[in-house]
């Protein structure tokens, strides 16, 4: 109802023990809180936000504008619905090192179960385009550090992205994920990887979970859960796919109201009312306090 039922401590500990058992969690990105329950309703591993859709939920690109206030308080929207464990892009930590302590400090109070920070320049851009700029080893690696020193809950999962691949090749990110391994990443997520044979490389290479990133349109193919549990893949997140659908549906809706004036012959695509009440949990709200709801739909 109005808050989940394991506390943050209990989610991450659940959390790292899935990640320890070598089993797959799927995450798909969820792009509001409500769209986060409905990832746990449809039995989930977990769920993802990123920093993608949060800069496209405020109309910006995906090139460093949002902020860790921003972040912070859409993260600890999501986590208050769901008892799943959640995942955030903090970018570059919003900042150097000391801006690293203090955004892992503020997401772990968000509720999360852990960020990921990569390796990018400040500004940073979108993990899929062109013309990315990475940070040199020892910078990459002073970011992790801080991370780790900074995280209060030993179960506080500290992932560290990196985004060499599209910039010096494979050999180099194999050689970056070892390095931030070695400065105390809990897991590594390699960005824009293009095959499988990339993602068993990097696998075979670091001794800690890999997450793959299955965002359409990108540098990666879609490959399929089974595909990536073969390689060893720990983690597969969908990041943006549900703002994505959510968009197209909303676009076509626009569409028809346009050329026909209603939206009448749109209604079967349309989530029911019973089922949004149903996901809002109007009737835990009902039997915690009947004053606060006490309507009834009839026949509808």
Same mark, same amino acid.
């Given at each position: ?15 790292? %023990? ?12 969820? @792009? ?14 977990? #769920? ?16 460093? $504008? ?12 999501? !986590? ?5 464990? !959640? ?9 150097? =090192?000391?801006?690293? %302590?203090? !955004?892992?400090?503020? $997401? ?24 990315? &700029? ?12 801080? %991370? ?7 179960? @506080? ?21 070892? &390095? ?24 075979? %290479?670091?001794? #800690? ?13 879609? @490959? !399929? #859960?089974? &595909? ?10 969908? =990041?943006?796919? $549900? ?32 089922? $949004? ?10 039997? @915690? ?12």
């Amino acid at each position: 109802m109005l808050y989940t039922k394991r506390t943050d401590a209990e989610v991450r500990r659940a959390f790292r %023990a899935r990640l320890a058992s070598g089993e797959l969690l799927r995450l798909p990105g969820a @792009f509001n809180p409500l769209s986060a329950r409905l990832i746990e309703r449809r039995g989930f591993d977990g #769920v993802y936000v990123s920093g993608a859709v949060l800069s496209a939920e405020l109309g910006l690109p995906d090139i460093g $504008l949002t902020t860790l206030t921003e972040v912070a308080g859409r993260t600890r929207q999501i !986590t208050r619905v769901t008892d799943l464990p !959640t995942l955030a892009d903090a970018d570059t930590g919003f900042g150097e =090192p000391m801006n690293v %302590a203090r !955004t892992v400090q503020e $997401l772990e109070d968000a509720g999360l179960a852990g960020l990921h920070i990569e390796d990018q320049v400040n500004p940073k851009r979108c993990g899929h385009l062109d013309g990315k &700029q990475v940070v040199d080893a020892a910078s990459a690696m002073r970011r992790v550090r801080a %991370a780790v020193d900074a995280r209060r809950d030993p179960d @506080f999962l500290i992932m560290a992205r990196t985004d060499v691949r599209a910039v010096e090749g494979l050999e180099a990110t194999v050689e970056r994920a070892r &390095q931030l391994v070695d400065a105390g990443a809990d897991a590594v997520f390699p960005e824009a990887l293009r095959t499988l044979e990339e993602f068993a490389r990097v696998r075979a %290479a670091v001794d #800690v979970p890999i997450l793959a990133n299955m965002t359409e349109f990108g540098k990666s193919e879609l @490959f !399929t #859960v089974d &595909q990536l549990r073969d390689v060893g893949v720990n983690i597969v997140i969908w =990041p943006v796919s $549900l703002l994505r659908l959510a968009m197209g549906a909303a676009d076509r809706g626009l569409h028809t109201l346009l050329d026909q004036g209603s939206l009448t012959s749109r209604l079967d695509e349309m989530q029911h009312r019973r089922e $949004l009440y149903d996901l809002v949990d109007y009737e835990g709200y009902s039997h @915690f306090d009947s004053s606060v709801f006490d309507f009834r739909l009839e026949g509808d």
